[in-house]
């Protein structure tokens, strides 16, 4: 039922979770160019298409059948296959949709760090997506941990560490992924700082628990 605008759309959310991207950019590209008529069939039948959409290692979020979820599934084919400017160009036109969204500054940060790593420039831009992000949920602690390294990459370190701090005061609802990963750029900030002990702390913290994350046993002598 892939003529349908719902049918593309499931279709396409199924191809792209088994990593056919070239399937899931023809399905959902033909699902956004019916956008008017997505949910259509699913709510007619009571059927909930509510789908699961990995931003990074820490943060899924859930999209639905409309034109935003359908950008945002063609945001993750055009980042999987480094297209970035197709992704952008996705992502820009959501903030059209909504210029206030967590979601989608996320989605445009986490690109913008996977294309253009260590660009001063593209660093400020981050920090000036995640103006006025307050801790309210992981979407946005997420956001602020992407602050955080845009503002370690610009030498503003304490700046860094505030909002890490900031960031990681609240702990319900964020996973171990999310919160490990808070504190492991809070361990390297600290590092920076030349504040080493706090560093070996937050180090041995994140060993404790997940003994194989990045290059923690290293940094702490182990190897």
Excluded at 84 to 98: F, G, S, T
Excluded at 171 to 177: H, I, L, N, T, V
Aim: hydrophobic residues 45%; contains cysteine.
């Amino acid at each position: 039922s892939t003529h349908l605008a719902d049918g593309a759309y499931l279709a396409g959310f199924l191809s792209l979770k088994k990593g056919d991207f070239q399937q899931a950019l023809t399905l959902l590209s033909l699902a956004k160019a019916k956008h008017e008529q997505l949910n259509l069939y699913f709510t007619k039948y009571v059927i909930s298409a509510l789908m699961s959409l990995p931003i990074s290692a820490e943060i899924t979020v859930h999209v639905q059948p409309d034109l935003s979820g359908v950008l945002l599934g063609l945001v993750e084919v055009f980042q999987q296959q480094k297209q970035w400017k197709r992704a952008e160009e996705c992502l820009e036109r959501l903030r059209q949709l909504d210029p206030k969204d967590a979601v989608v500054k996320l989605f445009l940060a986490e690109l913008l760090v996977q294309a253009y790593p260590a660009d001063k420039r593209v660093s400020q831009q981050i920090v000036q997506l995640a103006e006025g992000i307050e801790n309210e949920s992981a979407v946005h602690a997420a956001l602020l941990l992407y602050k955080a390294k845009a503002l370690r990459t610009l030498g503003f370190l304490s700046a860094a560490r505030d909002t890490l701090t900031a960031a990681m005061r609240r702990k319900k609802g964020r996973s171990d992924e999310l919160l490990r990963a808070l504190r492991y750029e809070r361990a390297q900030t600290y590092e920076e700082l030349r504040q080493k002990s706090l560093a070996r702390t937050e180090f041995e913290k994140i060993y404790a628990e997940a003994p194989a994350y990045e290059d923690v046993a290293e940094r702490l002598g182990l190897f």
